[in-house]
């Protein structure tokens, strides 16, 4: 059968419009946000309206032997949904029904649902979805499920993984199994339900998930705390989470910082060696008490000016900026993300050995951090169009990640190995987990068929 | 080659004294405190004293075919470490190690350590280690992860997955893989330390684990209310749960109270229907108003009696009672545990349910609950020299499974499946869940040799 007519029987076993072939279409849902150079020339991307069609393309796709590509929003920083050649994308970007349980304080949501649209339907019944990727008004919620995000108020609330209770995942033959459900704790049987999260859509393809909600969060307070450079901050941000939980400890450069105001004015002075943006949600009294045992260590650790508040537009706009160092720093030349993550102790030594590989490479890295769990993105910014630049900053990239190996840590902390970084997932993982790894993967995509090429490198022959 | 001959090469390859096949201590470990009477008569109990050990064990019995059940303390209560017939129990009750590092805030801890060893190591660094199942004295860490278990704080503080950084595991095979580290953050390929935590040692058997620790739990004030019954004191729990977070929220019922006393007095109220023992740690002042909500909410549920103290021993007399529940029963008769869990709003509804499961069977069901995760223990006291008085207690067992799982629950919470449940795993997982369960287990464990029989039901012909 020739691929047009095959294409011809999905086209046909799906509602209008769902199948979409055009080559302008196709093109939008080819890359994500690393824009990696991975993405491949798809036939067609489904942009499925039920979970039943998600099903009938799986199934589709399984009888022709063509590669499926699950896809949220497209926001991802690590290729893990760029197009593969001659396969399918799936893209859940309709599916995006939020249903929230007050009594039992879950969301039922489809994938396609934005953080942000969880979080505001949370709030209308006094709830709160904790988990805050920096992007978490335009990513959705499939794709946090995905890479398991993270975000900045992880440091006191945790991950993505900590608030799934259910799901439902159209595995690889179009089976769909419904994992967990409403119940707060449940071990009866294996944790599937885990082993999806972070699975980077290569096991199957979650098309509802149920997550946990807790209480809204309690207004905090804010302190902003500048310092001569990035590893006086990091010595700080040791200290302050040896000693309170708090709800906020991220940190900017200066580079990260003179990005975001030549993008657009957040009142952040220019001359900081780096800032340190602290916060405490404790109540009452105890907020003061967190705050002040923050500027203490920020003082010990060489504060140059400490700025606290407990007005929340003030803190926001310090917040803003930081959320937008990623935006901002793409519009100096073309980036590399990357998302390595050390244990807590070791992060003055990342930070410093980042600034040497920078000062090697000859490139530009900024760096941004949730330096509360240890976890950094150096930006790498280059000249696309000047090979020798993009030679240097690959090779930092590469650099980068085999330090954060070095000192015990990781090479993804939220962001997911994609196919940015599969080629390095071996250094760190091992060649006995990676092989435990393609044990998994086997047992549940025989026919390798769901997101070839993210997390796992093609072996040799594929 | 005889079994005899066998285990000679066994005990050769062993230092003198690890393997045991002396049947008056073969029989110290061949059953756990469930006593389901699914244990059956092992060859060997293997008493590794390191990792090392542990992977000759385990090669030597993939190369004879020979099964293995790994053991911690045997204190879980459900069947899940039953010895089986003709195979070796590796026992790590000698590895008990406890390393702690207060810089990454981490325990590393070897699968032998009981919590309270763990807990108490984290305590002299300032830090602490939350999840506490009752039995927190006498279990070890290893079953705590083999079982994903959870306990009194994890209403609030969450359950042992959630405190699992990184572990070492002996495969099927006798690999050793290393997972995690110290990081906090870490998404770089699959959730394989999720997939272990939970498995109760039908995957491999985990030699060492990270744990992550918080500062310590800051001292709190205690609520106890008295109800006329379980479904008022379980509406009060409902209402709790949907406005505080409470850090502790445990029911009791009248059998399980005079239990108690019957056992050791506690200076709980004989006449009591149900006993509510709530807890807040919120700091300051926050604390008392915590504990004012929970107080309204017990009213308006119908409270008979509101006590509340600060006293650290004043309380503790009200957790040790609840916490000594099961023992007291045992104290009345044989018994079955239960560890069903529902949807917290359902939790008066699996409460009724089991009180009309009790009266119809004519037997003896005492409830303590973790409630405010929807968590209850059903404990089922029968006579075991009585035939009918068992069909009785094992028709009421598999009732109140049933009950959960028709309320949307689970038939276990953090006990685990262990063989005690198996059966009853299908209705709640359904056919495809459970073939993608053995997809996993072939996978990790193709000769079905690591504690056979526990969580999956043997398939047919095996």
Redesign the interface.
């Known amino acids: 059968m020739t691929t047009d007519a095959r294409l011809a029987d999905l086209v046909a076993d799906l509602p209008e419009g769902v199948v979409v072939t055009g080559p302008a279409e196709i093109e939008k849902y080819r890359e994500d946000f690393a824009r990696d150079g991975s993405a491949g020339a798809p036939i067609a991307v489904v942009r499925a309206e039920t979970a039943e069609q998600v099903q009938r393309a799986v199934r589709w796709a399984a009888a022709h032997g063509v590669p499926v590509v699950p896809r949220g929003a497209g926001t991802g920083l690590s290729g893990g949904s760029s197009a593969v050649d001659g396969g399918i994308t799936i893209s859940l970007d309709r599916m995006r029904a939020i249903e929230i349980d007050?009594?039992?304080?879950?969301a039922i949501v489809e994938p396609g649902a934005l953080n942000a649209e969880v979080k505001r339907a949370a709030a209308e019944h006094g709830l709160w979805y904790p988990p805050d990727p920096s992007s978490y008004e335009i990513c959705s919620i499939g794709g946090n499920l995905a890479?398991?995000a993270?975000g900045l108020c992880?440091v006191k609330y945790?991950?993505t993984?900590?608030y799934v209770l259910g799901m439902d995942v159209v595995?690889a033959d179009g089976?769909?199994?419904?994992?967990g459900?409403?119940?707060?704790?449940?071990?009866?049987?294996?944790?599937?339900l885990?082993?999806f999260?972070?699975?980077e859509g290569t096991?199957g393809i979650i098309t509802r998930t149920t997550l946990r909600l807790?209480?809204a969060q309690r207004a905090g307070a804010t302190l902003v705390s500048s310092f001569p450079d990035m590893t006086a901050a990091s010595r700080a941000v040791?200290a302050i989470?040896?000693?309170?939980?708090a709800s906020m400890l991220e940190l900017m450069d200066n580079t990260s910082i003179n990005a975001v105001e030549d993008w657009r004015s957040h009142g952040l002075d220019r001359s900081t060696g780096a800032l340190l943006i602290a916060q405490s949600d404790?109540?009452?009294?105890?907020c003061a008490?967190e705050v002040d045992v923050m500027r203490a260590c920020c003082e010990a650790a060489g504060a140059v000016e400490i700025f606290t508040t407990t007005d929340a537009e003030e803190s926001a706009m310090f917040i803003a900026g930081r959320r937008n160092a990623f935006h901002a720093l793409e519009q100096r030349g073309s980036v590399l993300f990357e998302d390595v993550?050390?244990?807590?102790?070791l992060l003055p030594d990342l930070i410093d050995g980042v600034a040497a590989i920078a000062a090697r490479s000859g490139v530009e890295i900024a760096v941004v951090a949730?330096a509360g769990?240890?976890?950094t993105h150096p930006i790498i910014v280059h000249d696309a169009a000047d090979p020798d630049s993009v030679a240097r900053a690959h090779q930092a990239f590469d650099e980068v990640m085999a330090l954060a190996i070095g000192l015990?840590?990781?090479?993804?902390?939220?962001?997911?190995?994609g196919r940015a970084?599969r080629s390095a997932?071996p250094d760190?993982?091992?060649a006995?987990?990676?092989a435990?790894?393609w044990?998994?993967?086997?047992?549940?995509d025989p026919d390798g068929l769901l997101n070839p090429g993210a997390?796992?490198q093609p072996r040799p022959g594929t």
Chains 1, 2 share one sequence.
Do not use: M, W, Y
Request: proline share 6%; hydrophobic share 40%.
């Open positions: 007050p009594a039992s304080q879950v890479t398991n993270g992880c945790g991950v993984t900590d595995l089976t769909l199994v419904r994992l459900g409403k119940q707060i704790k449940d071990v009866a049987g294996f944790a599937l885990k082993l999260v972070g699975s096991l807790i209480p040791v989470r040896a000693t309170v939980r404790a109540p009452g009294a105890s008490a993550g050390v244990p807590v102790p949730h769990d240890g976890n015990g840590g990781t090479i993804t902390g939220e962001h997911g190995v970084k997932l760190q993982l091992g006995d987990v990676i435990l790894s044990r998994i993967k086997d047992a549940l997390v796992l």
